[in-house]
């Protein structure tokens, strides 16, 4: 009898052991499409054995007591996981990078629209104005096609340049909400850590569900830098950011934000290792390191977007003179500090060159002592810039100085100064490399608005006519448009080519373009890799329907098998008991 009733019990096993199998792949089957959730694989054993000895026996006798879940295997690879997490974030730096580069290549239209280069060089730019200037200086509509090709020649540069600055600031917004989501993904982590610690302490239950959020969480936190993992004994998670500890098993070590007071740029920093209050930060990115695969550095969408953006808006002034060992550890390592360096360097070159061609200087041979315009007493040493006054043309007033064409906004080009000799000086006002109101930036420079409003005063005539009359003066035309065949500029300290002003810029587009297909070329190909790695992690943690239909096939028939068992033993039982008695 104790026989047949224990058999009753090995039926009921097989009923609970697949109705629990069955749940469990219900539960895979409704979580197919669900992001991150990995696969339960039900595991069947045998319960333990009762081993009886009986005086008739020969041998030990022993009796089954049915089937149950050995275990439920939450499967995943860890070498997977880590690989499909560094590519992630490789592909996370080189895309965000191709957008920058490509979003700059916009902006200079030169894929569409009306280039940058049509209103420097082309039929209808800069250039051809003056060609036409050289012709005749004196005519009233050359001097006018000058003066509207320069405006627009200006306005267009300032358009470029305040574009890549407007874009800099929206780099420096993406800036702000990826340390946003970095932080908030932390505190994901560590709250996940903390219940996975409390339902698993019992070491009955694993948190199956919970992990996984948790695994999606860090998948994600691995497109924004470099992390690496660790589990403890207790279930829970250290993630180290960037080589530095971000969340352990109660703690979430914040990444904080130091904004700049003058550019609003913000730079990030970890709260936990810096004295803001002493001003010491403890930065998570070092901008002027070298980024390269060999380095193994060149991961994550934040170090991209704080490399791409830069520390400032850059100008000529950051270009100028500057070592290599200085450019690629300063612009070289930025795409938006670079292209606005490069590009005011253009512009500057072009606006100084014109300007000092209209009105030339030359250097003091002795000091220079007197009262300026405002009526201020002034020493100036031997060698200072000064209006060469005996070779300046002029224009059809005749008066001195002579106008620039580009003009300092808040900046005149010349001080008058009455000198202590009886001669009059106009001493040229230096571009201050530390303040830009009195540089040559495309940000800081205008058409002169005399010539606006009377052409006539752009210089055309010289001074040594006879009879008070000013003869054209055809050489400053000629002198104006062989401006643009001059070999005069360099592209960057590496650059040992000299070049002119058009090979300037299609150098400089050249090279932007060179860069935007490596790093596109690149992303594509680690968006390739990265969705083959997820795909081999699919094949272990992915729930195929067609399987997991399979195996409810399976279980239902263990079900009805078990089923069945249980019928035979009570139909058995009840013919022992009304049988027998």
């Not at 600031?169 to 709250?191: P, S």
């Not at 990444?255 to 730079?267: E, V």
């Not at 998570?284 to 994550?300: L, P, Q, R, W």
Request: contains cysteine; negative net charge; charged residues 20%.
């Amino acid at each position: 009898m104790a026989n047949s009733m224990g058999s009753l019990f090995i039926g009921v096993s097989g009923l609970q052991t697949s109705q629990n199998a069955l749940n469990a792949t219900a539960n895979n089957l409704a979580n197919v499409d669900t992001e991150g959730y990995v696969r339960e694989r039900i595991l069947q054993e045998d319960r333990n054995y009762l081993t009886v000895n009986t005086s008739t026996a020969i041998s030990y006798q022993q009796t089954g007591l049915g089937v149950k879940i050995g275990d439920v295997i939450h499967a995943r690879d860890i070498f997977l996981d880590k690989m499909y997490r560094t590519q992630n974030g490789r592909s996370g730096f080189y895309s965000t990078t191709f957008e920058a580069i490509d979003e700059v290549q916009t902006l200079f239209q030169e894929l569409e629209g009306t280039a940058f280069q049509e209103i420097l060089t082309g039929d209808d730019g800069l250039w051809v104005a003056f060609q036409e200037f050289a012709k005749d200086p004196s005519d009233s509509a050359t001097q006018n096609l000058v003066i509207q090709k320069a405006s627009l020649f200006a306005s267009r540069a300032k358009a470029v340049y305040n574009g890549l600055k407007t874009y800099q600031t929206n780099l420096n917004q993406q800036v702000a909400d990826a340390i946003d989501d970095i932080n908030e993904l932390g505190n994901t982590i560590r709250d996940l850590n903390l219940q996975i610690m409390k339902i698993e302490a019992g070491g009955v239950e694993t948190a199956m569900n919970l992990r996984d959020v948790r695994d999606t969480a860090i998948d994600k936190l691995s497109s924004y830098g470099n992390i690496s993992c660790s589990e403890l004994a207790n279930g829970t998670v250290k993630v180290n950011f960037e080589g530095v500890s971000f969340v352990d098993e109660e703690h979430v070590y914040e990444i904080g934000m130091q904004t700049d007071k003058q550019t609003g740029f913000i730079t990030p920093y970890w709260t936990h290792l810096s004295k803001p209050a002493e001003g010491k930060y403890y930065k998570v990115y070092n901008i002027a390191e070298e980024i390269s695969t060999a380095n193994k550095n060149d991961i994550g969408s934040l170090k991209a977007l704080l490399f791409a953006r830069g520390d400032k808006n850059a100008n000529y002034q950051d270009l100028d003179g500057i070592s290599m060992k200085e450019y690629d550890d300063t612009l070289g390592n930025s795409v938006m500090m670079n292209i606005e360096a490069e590009l005011d360097m253009l512009v500057h070159t072009v606006v100084t060159k014109i300007n000092d061609l209209l009105a030339p200087n030359i250097r003091s041979a002795a000091a220079i002592t007197g009262t300026d315009e405002n009526g201020n007493t002034v020493s100036y040493p031997p060698g200072t810039k000064i209006l060469d006054t005996q070779n300046c043309c002029v224009g059809a007033d005749g008066s001195l100085p002579p106008q620039e064409l580009f003009v300092r906004i808040g900046c005149s080009r010349y001080t008058q100064v009455a000198g202590d000799d009886g001669k009059t000086y106009y001493v040229y006002n230096e571009e201050d490399p530390g303040d830009t109101s009195l540089q040559y930036t495309t940000s800081n420079i205008t058409i002169n608005q005399k010539l606006l409003e009377s052409e006539s005063l752009l210089p055309s005539y010289t001074q040594n006519g006879k009879d008070g009359e000013r003869p054209v003066a055809y050489k400053l035309g000629e002198a104006l448009s062989e401006l643009w065949e001059q070999d005069s500029m360099f592209l960057s300290p590496h650059d040992t080519t000299p070049c002119t002003f058009s090979e300037f810029y299609t150098k400089m587009i050249g090279e932007l373009g060179t860069l935007g297909d490596v790093f596109g070329s690149t992303a594509a190909g680690l968006e390739g890799t990265t969705l083959a790695t997820d795909n081999a992690r699919q094949q272990v943690i992915g729930v195929s329907s067609d399987e997991e239909l399979t195996n409810m096939i399976k279980f239902q028939n263990a079900y009805n098998a078990s089923s069945r068992f249980i019928n035979v033993i009570s139909e058995m039982l009840e013919t022992i008991i009304y049988r027998l008695g």
